[in-house]
């Protein structure tokens, strides 16, 4: 890192780079001494520093001029930054969006053509198109859009944030600990911090509470660590729904097609046929998530709550940390990102791990069937296509990795395929409209024994509804009609305790159909 480089003197020790800067003042201008410098920008904590580099074997006074004092004022505002920051919260937001641009952009993101947009937008077109012929949902009703990836960072970097926040809020708090008891005497007084050099602290705005930047500290590692999960899956993704879990706010349909055509390039079919094929799995994601109300805040409270489940090893941080230079925060974000989670082996944990996996499950194997429906008339390289992508999805990604890695989880539908059996035996039963009532209510979502046995799944589901009924006659019988109408009402309102029917809060709020409310605009329809 900038600061810290220059902080514990390994640049400052070379004299050709030292040279070389201070070259670049303007004939006739006097350099400014490292004394004049430290002291302008530290008061009187410029003394402390200039001893410290003392003892690390540089003479301050036998470096000749300065670096650049931008480029040293750039370094020490970043620190600044980072350690005063006020109501960031678990993640902060601002860290993790500039890494999420950096990363984004760091193999390059070209502008869009006019072309590439539109070919885009009317692939979104068509598959609204062909999906009106094989399910009764219907369109989302957004906007279509194409993004390049950094737009696609801005659209979507609020929920990650959000995913990561409860976990980010215990290591925060676990590090504080660990770190408060590490601290000598005096830091109270903004004296030394481990790490760092002594007095850097008075030129960052004097006295810092040891738990209050320990908390900002890692409220910045965690931004760090959002931003770079954030800006890989830029790189990756194809649209705003790959990852399975509903990214927008709105009911708005994305393609990227600069990712579209770098993953064109290894295929055998045209480019247009790729287009088309990732049009319809996007547009038949965004139908999914408008038109089943409750099935956004289901997904996203699952992940929230197993995220708040993790509880974190204090010996295990305690060790990484120990040595770690608090200046140089890669070291500390590396040390964050791995085995520091000590996962609560609890049943209630295990229960919410396996309903998570069954509903993404769910959600892609409905999308897998019904896009293979819709496209398989039309393209000559459906099946091909299909099966590239169920394999993509099933082997993730290094920005799967690193979610998994700040939630402790993976977020890949490991029994999609089994989903997609289910819901083509449900269809060639009961129709597209059989299928998709599958969806009317959390309750009815199958679980992970159906997954086991897709073909017994419509028997099964018939005994519980003729278990039912006879619960109902039987209420009817003893109590009268209306009473036992009250009674099938309440039980109707219970909470089912099966792995797919965990947490069902419904959210009936109508789906915003006018559009995005945030992100990035283009052209719609």
Partial sequence: MCAQSQMDGTEL?????????????????????????????????????????????????????????????YALAQVQKMLSAEGTGPVNADVAH?????????????????????????????????????TDLPPAGGARHAWNRSEWVEATLPVWNQLAAPVASSVSDALATVLRDQLPEGVD????????????????????????????LGSAVFGMQVGQAAGTLSREVFGATDVGLPLLDSPDTVLLPTNVTAFAEGLDAPLAEVRQFLAVREAAHARLFTHVPWLRSHLLSIVERYARGITIDLDALESQVRDIDLADSDALRSALSGGVFGLQNTDEQKAVLLNLETTLALVEGWVDEISAMAALPHLPHAIPLREMIRRRRAAGGPAEQTFSTLVGLELRPRRSRDAA????????AQGSTGRDAVWDHPDLLPGTEDLDDPSGYLVRREAAENEHADVDAALKEIFGEDTAAEATADEDTAV??????????VDDSPADEDGPTAGPTDQAK
């Fill in 13 to 73: 020790a070379d004299p050709v780079t030292v040279n070389t800067m201070s070259d670049q003042h303007q004939p006739g201008e006097t350099p400014q001494s490292w004394e004049e410098m430290l002291r302008s920008m530290l008061g009187d904590g410029a003394d402390e520093v200039m001893a410290e580099m003392r003892e690390r074997g540089i003479d301050p006074t036998a470096l000749g001029g300065p670096p650049d004092p931008v480029m040293m004022q």
């Fill in 98 to 134: 500039d890494v999420a641009r950096q990363v984004a952009v760091s193999e390059g993101d070209p502008s869009l053509t006019g072309k590439q947009a539109k070919d885009a937008r009317d692939a979104l077109a068509v598959a609204e198109l062909w999906l009106d012929a094989v």
């Fill in 189 to 216: 007084d903004g004296e030394a911090v481990p790490g760092m050099p002594a007095g850097v602290l008075h030129g960052l705005g004097g006295s810092i509470d040891p738990s209050q930047m320990m908390r900002r």
């Fill in 421 to 428: 059996t289910l819901f083509s035996i449900v269809a060639r």
């Fill in 496 to 505: 089912d305790d099966s792995p797919a029917g965990e947490d069902t809060a």
